[in-house]
């Protein structure tokens, strides 16, 4: 299957602090094809129509012949892993993710404009921590249930390194990359 041409729907999946955001727009910049995030969803479809608009935008942008998207709330996750031609897992270590969600919570509290140490601590509490360490378990557990039951020949590139991230971002930019060859490369794996 060639790359951007006829384009793939790549679905990329891990917990908070994986490098999912990250690798979505890499990729989305090598390969050009539209990207999303259900976290982008989310924020836009509050500021319009409410949660309830999430379904609808799920459903269009997924429709499309080819995207990368990333993210599993709302009831993405189910969704898009049945569409994608590709799964991206990344399986980052916990401790790694979790380093990463308290930079990141720091950072974004104390680039607003009141400068509170309780907004730091407001941000850690209001969810990155508690679905960096809920990946573990309850979605890590969906997924493997997915492809073991609904799509056992799903392919699925486990990546638990940034380098092997960004390996992959640069051979999607291969002009005769195929899935079987990423297969090759990173490795066919399922979660336990």
């Known amino acids: 299957m060639p790359l951007p041409a006829s384009g793939w729907k790549i679905f990329i999946v891990g917990g908070s602090g994986a490098g999912k955001t990250h690798l979505r727009e890499r990729i989305a910049s090598i390969t050009g094809l539209p990207s999303q995030s259900v976290d982008q969803m989310a924020s836009d479809a509050a500021l319009t129509n409410g949660p309830a608009a999430i379904p609808a935008r799920l459903a269009g942008f997924l429709g499309a012949p080819a995207w990368v998207f990333e993210g599993w709330y709302h009831g993405a996750g189910p969704v898009a892993f049945a569409r994608a031609d590709l799964v991206i897992w990344l399986d980052m270590p916990l401790w790694l993710r979790l380093w990463r969600v308290i930079v990141w919570s720091y950072q974004t509290a104390h680039a607003e404009p009141l400068l509170r140490p309780s907004r ?40 638990r390194h940034r380098l092997e991230s960004d390996a992959l971002a640069v051979a999607l930019a291969a002009p005769d990359v195929t899935i079987d060859t990423l297969l090759a490369r990173f490795g066919h794996q399922r979660p336990r």
């Open 120 to 159: 730091f601590l407001r941000k850690l509490r209001r969810g990155r921590v508690y679905h960096a360490i809920k990946w573990q378990s309850r979605n890590g557990t969906q997924l493997a249930e997915l492809l073991s039951g609904s799509f056992p020949a799903k392919p699925v590139l486990r990546l």
